[in-house]
């Protein structure tokens, strides 16, 4: 009913109730929900690079490490964002704090220069980060002689 009857038996005003109705709202909810399950694995691409392939396996991890990128023109960038040489530990410092004792990821171009990926892991870890992991891509079963020295 839309109203209430005062007591005592005659008619009395009718008096609106104040209810909310939460189905819509539950419904939305429960669709926006379903949207970002669907969309947050899509977005934790990244920067696009070539990465090498190797035969060493995954390794477990517990909590969503720093990245750093180093694209195959020799650009730098943590997570996402473009950084300097010199400013790549200022950054992270400041996203990981003092004494981060946290997973840093690097992922480097397979056509990154060499002196470019040994130039940024030695300025993290002068720094003081010490987990330091790269990042591979499995080996491919059709590439097993790849990386040999009978190539």
């Keep these: 009913m839309a109203g209430s009857v005062s007591s005592g038996g005659r008619r009395g005003r009718w008096q609106p109730k104040a209810e909310i109705n939460v189905t819509p709202f ?16 899509l977005l934790t691409v990244g920067v ?3 990465l090498p392939e190797t035969e060493a396996r995954s ?13 195959a023109n020799g650009e730098i960038f943590l997570q996402e964002t473009a950084v300097e040489l010199d400013q790549l530990v200022p950054r992270l410092q400041a996203i990981g704090g003092a004494g981060f004792e946290g997973r840093i990821f690097i992922r480097a171009d397979e056509a990154a220069d060499y002196g470019s990926v040994v130039r940024v892991m030695a300025r993290i870890s002068s720094a003081g980060y010490s987990n330091l992991g790269l990042v591979t ?4 079963t059709g590439n097993r002689t790849r990386g040999t020295a009978d190539n």
């Design 26 to 41: 539950v419904d939305v909810m429960l669709v926006l929900l379903i949207v970002f399950m669907i969309t947050a694995p």
């Design 48 to 50: 696009p690079v070539e």
């Design 59 to 71: 390794m477990a991890a517990d909590d969503e490490p720093l990245t750093v990128t180093i694209g």
């Design 137 to 140: 891509d499995p080996l491919s």
